[in-house]
């Protein structure tokens, strides 16, 4: 045989060893990885959720706050200038500035968990 036919089976079986042993390797690396891992606890993945949705529902509960406070404003105006459409306006702001204090109640009450 010439001697770069040797080379080149050489240079095969070498390669082949070399597949073989990074694949053992990956193997026996994975099944370590995964005696070794530890349990994540939910409360340590849900409760920058549940802060964020604190926040959330603390904002909503300021703006609604204010709507409800602006719509009593506008309320006394109508009803000093005996105004009916004015009137209706106001309390339709109130209505949906309460709804909007009470979203974490009412939701919770509809079944949605938050």
Do not use: W
Request: with cysteine; charged share 20%; aromatic share 10%.
């Amino acid at each position: 045989m010439k001697k770069s036919t040797l080379r080149k089976q050489l240079q095969k079986r070498r390669v082949k060893k070399y597949i073989k042993n990074c694949i053992a390797f990956t193997t026996a690396f994975l099944a370590t990885l995964s005696v070794f891992t530890m349990t994540a606890f939910a409360d340590v993945v849900t409760d920058p959720l549940n802060k964020t949705n604190d926040l959330l529902f603390g904002i909503l509960r300021t703006v609604g706050i204010g709507i409800t406070g602006y719509n009593f404003f506008e309320l006394s105006a109508a009803i000093k200038s005996h105004d009916g459409a004015q009137k209706a306006q106001a309390f339709l702001g109130i209505a949906s500035g309460l709804i909007i204090v009470f979203i974490k109640e009412i939701l919770g009450i509809i079944g949605v968990s938050v």
